[in-house]
Nanobody, 116 residues
Framework: QVQLVESGGGLVQPGGSLRLSCAASRSIFSFNTMGWYRQAPGKQRSLVADFTTGSNPYYADSVKGRFTISTDNAKNTVYLQMNSLKPEDTAVYYC??????????WGQGTQVTVSS
């Protein structure tokens, strides 16, 4: 089973930046899609950003222009650079990977809190 280990979450002031990392236990090339979701209390888990191999990344309208998804294939890691953070970005952020045969995997989640 795939393990996804997240890091980089924490507390940041509005307007600040964080970079989340998701280190996978297997090669990035074994996944068709990787991305980031978030879930605030009482709300549905929603897609923030993802990419499919060979395609441009997708961003939710609420984060477009502020967040950037990228990978380091040699490190089996996907990143989410988050700039100009707002209080409404506060949520648990989850790494998501979909592999061969459409098998889906989740990270454990990491808390991002944007507050002054």
């Amino acid at each position: 089973q795939v393990q996804l280990v997240e890091s980089g979450g924490g507390l940041v002031q509005p307007g600040g930046s964080l970079r989340l990392s998701c280190a996978a236990s297997r090669s990035i090339f074994s996944f068709n899609t990787m991305g980031w979701y978030r879930q605030a209390p009482g709300k549905q888990r929603s897609l923030v950003a993802d990419f499919t191999t060979g395609s441009n990344p997708y961003y939710a309208d609420s984060v477009k222009g502020r967040f950037t998804i990228s990978t380091d294939n040699a490190k089996n890691t996907v990143y989410l650079q988050m700039n100009s953070l707002k209080p409404e970005d506060t949520a648990v952020y989850y790494c998501r990977a979909i592999g061969l045969g459409a098998q889906g995997y989740w990270g454990q989640g990491t808390q991002v809190t944007v507050s002054s």
